[in-house]
């Protein structure tokens, strides 16, 4: 397992949602604080084709049902299609469930039924057999943190409320969901001591919870292992029988993470996984993508020591956790990288010369190094 590939100037996002389908990963939404945030403006989509390791904005088709920009939502692959649930822009909360058809590359607004659940952001989402799964989030019409379970049968587009047993886990948002066989494991997000309302007193859980959704009832893991510390707003994906967790933020701390820890399923216990290669600077509000051994990494938020390794000359914002800078680049977490990608990654580290490998070579370098066009460098900003 290794870092293997980092690539400046794609989409700089933040709190966005992406899928994968195919080899092609989709990108929906989100904000960029440097740029103006036009609240009606319908939704930017972005591509990257994972063989070119290149960005392109989507040019969907035009419809008077296409959904307006927002961050906080949510966004599961069911087939060729992309079902986007929640979110929010700067004035209002969603509940209205949108449909991203991948091949005709267009948006509909299906006719759901059952109990939809109220509009939220910060809710996790995935997808159990033919089910897309809800959890938590905050609720603008309760103004309160969630810790309810709704599902969306993604045949009949039915919603039903899940009424779970046992002990479920905290109010809570920007917590993480994985699915595994029957079960949805979360993972991590903030509450507040006095949920459900938030009252500025947060709360940020370690523990481990599942929802077995056979039996509609939720279990207290309580693994073994070296926990990861709370957080929010982290990433988290399955892969071989362990849910990876990266990045994050802890607000009570003041703290933004780029760790990286994997939880055993079968084994009920936490360990930290030291990785080598460049790693990624600390962050929060990224996405992770997993397809063909290789976890994507994109956007996300850190704060300004750590902005992709390079240095800041002022020292107050060496000390501010508060000053951020939102990212346009692409990491790969390779699993299992070729022995030609070790050796590419030789000559890069030692700048050894080039001129003298096979052009298939060359060309492969060039693919892992050369930046996207997507966003301008901060120095082109203006």
């Known amino acids: 397992m290794r870092w293997t590939v980092h690539i400046e100037g794609g989409p700089r996002r933040v709190n966005h949602a992406a899928v994968c389908i195919g080899d092609k990963i989709f990108s929906f939404g989100g904000y960029c604080s ?3 945030y036009k609240d009606w403006e319908p939704i930017p989509i972005h591509v990257l084709d994972t063989s070119t390791l290149r960005w392109s904005m989507v040019f969907y088709r035009k419809t008077h049902v296409m959904p307006f920009q927002r961050y906080g939502h949510t966004a599961v692959a069911y087939g060729h299609k992309v079902y ?33 659940p109220y509009a939220k952001d910060g809710h996790s989402a995935c997808v159990i057999r033919n089910k897309m799964y809800i959890f938590g989030g905050f609720e603008y019409l309760t103004d309160q943190y969630s810790q309810e379970v709704h599902c969306l049968d993604l045949d009949t587009l039915q919603w039903s409320f899940v009424d779970a047993h046992g002990t479920p886990p905290s109010h809570r948002d920007f917590h993480t969901s994985v699915p595994v066989g029957d079960r949805m494991y979360i993972f991590g997000g903030r509450g507040d001591l006095n949920s459900p309302y938030n009252s500025q007193e947060e709360v940020y859980c370690p523990q481990v919870y599942y929802l077995d959704t056979i039996k509609d009832e939720w279990v207290v893991a309580n693994p073994g292992g070296t926990w990861p510390e709370g957080r929010r707003s982290h990433s988290a994906w399955l892969h071989q029988g362990y849910m990876y967790i990266f990045g994050g933020f802890n607000g009570n701390t003041k703290t933004h993470f780029n760790d990286l820890y994997r939880y055993s399923i079968n084994g009920n216990y936490w360990e930290y996984i030291n990785v080598s290669g460049i790693i990624p600077c600390k962050r929060r509000r990224q996405a992770c993508l997993l397809f063909n051994n290789k976890v994507y990494l994109f956007g996300g938020t850190s704060p300004c020591p750590h902005m992709s390794g390079r240095p800041v000359d002022n020292s107050d914002a060496a000390d501010d956790p508060e000053r951020l800078i939102d990212n346009s680049d692409l990491h790969l977490l390779d699993y299992s990288p070729s022995l030609k990608t070790l050796c590419i990654l030789q000559v890069l580290e030692h700048n050894l010369d080039q001129s003298i490998l096979p052009r298939d070579i060359i060309l492969d370098i060039r693919t892992m190094t050369l930046p996207n066009r997507i966003s301008r460098p901060f120095n082109q900003a203006g």
């Open 34 to 36: 440097t740029e103006e």
């Open 84 to 116: 986007m649930w929640g979110g929010r822009n700067n004035a209002v909360a969603c509940d209205t469930l949108f449909c991203f058809d991948t091949k005709k590359l267009e948006w509909s607004m299906p006719a759901v039924s059952g109990m939809v």
